[in-house]
T-cell receptor, first 115, second 114 residues
Framework: AQSVTQPDIHITVSEGASLELRCNYSYGATPYLFWYVQSPGQGLQLLLKYFSGDTLVQGIKGFEAEFKRSQSSFNLRKPSVHWSDAAEYFCAVGAGGTSYGKLTFGQGTILTVHP | GAGVSQSPSNKVTEKGKDVELRCDPISGHTALYWYRQRLGQGLEFLIYFQGNSAPDKSGLPSDRFSAERTGESVSTLTIQRTQQEDSAVYLC????????????FGAGTRLSVL
């Protein structure tokens, strides 16, 4: 069965600092990988996704993520964090090759941004 | 509609009561998913509908949970004889149906069982 681990429950950074959120997955084949962001009281919004091809993917709001098969990782990065990035971030894996997109989510990482 | 709509946004109920949660997917989306998000945890898959195919109910935690969807329209998630451990945010998502199709999420229903 597939699984996702986000090792950091809570991360605090200063505004303008760089950010990396870690995500490790377990899946036997090539996974479909996603990062979602959830602001308080809101649903989840997709930041970016990886299906195949270039392992460095660009997303919305200046985020990017790199798929590293050898490390089973899909870490999310942003070079300069803005106060509005404070939210909870979820990594998810979909079973590529199945007939539908059932997702398995990590436990989430809460990002706090200090001014 | 423009996005996935869920109602009510908040529901407080007493232990042992039944509750119904509603999800209105994006028009034209054939796939609909229900997830549960307990406090401090990630999302757990509950159930999936795709068109007129039999739903995937593999994530439903007990027989107190059930869901229905008529065609490609509204879905309702019913929890019977609610327990305190059912307290969570219930999120609905819809997509065009393929493994590569993006799931769009509603804002969720926060269920509190007293």
């Amino acid at each position: 069965a597939q699984s996702v681990t986000q090792p950091d429950i809570h991360i605090t950074v200063s505004e303008g600092a760089s950010l990396e959120l870690r995500c490790n997955y377990s899946y036997g084949a090539t996974p479909y990988l996603f990062w979602y962001v959830q602001s308080p009281g809101q649903g989840l919004q997709l930041l970016l996704k990886y299906f195949s091809g270039d392992t460095l993917v660009q997303g919305i709001k200046g985020f990017e993520a790199e798929f590293k098969r050898s490390q089973s990782s899909f870490n999310l990065r942003k070079p300069s964090v803005h106060w509005s990035d404070a939210a909870e971030y979820f990594c998810a894996v979909g079973a590529g090759g199945t007939s539908y997109g059932k997702l398995t989510f990590g436990q989430g990482t809460i990002l706090t941004v200090h001014p | 509609g423009a996005g996935v709509s869920q109602s009510p946004s908040n529901k407080v109920t007493e232990k042992g009561k039944d509750v119904e949660l509603r999800c209105d997917p994006i028009s034209g989306h054939t796939a609909l998913y229900w997830y549960r998000q307990r406090l401090g945890q990630g999302l757990e898959f509950l159930i999936y509908f795709q068109g007129n195919s039999a739903p995937d109910k593999s994530g439903l935690p007990s027989d107190r949970f059930s869901a229905e969807r008529t065609g490609e329209s509204v879905s309702t998630l019913t929890i019977q004889r609610t327990q305190q451990e059912d307290s969570a945010v219930y999120l609905c998502a819809s997509s065009k149906g393929g493994a590569r199709d993006i799931q769009y999420f509603g804002a969720g229903t926060r269920l509190s069982v007293l």
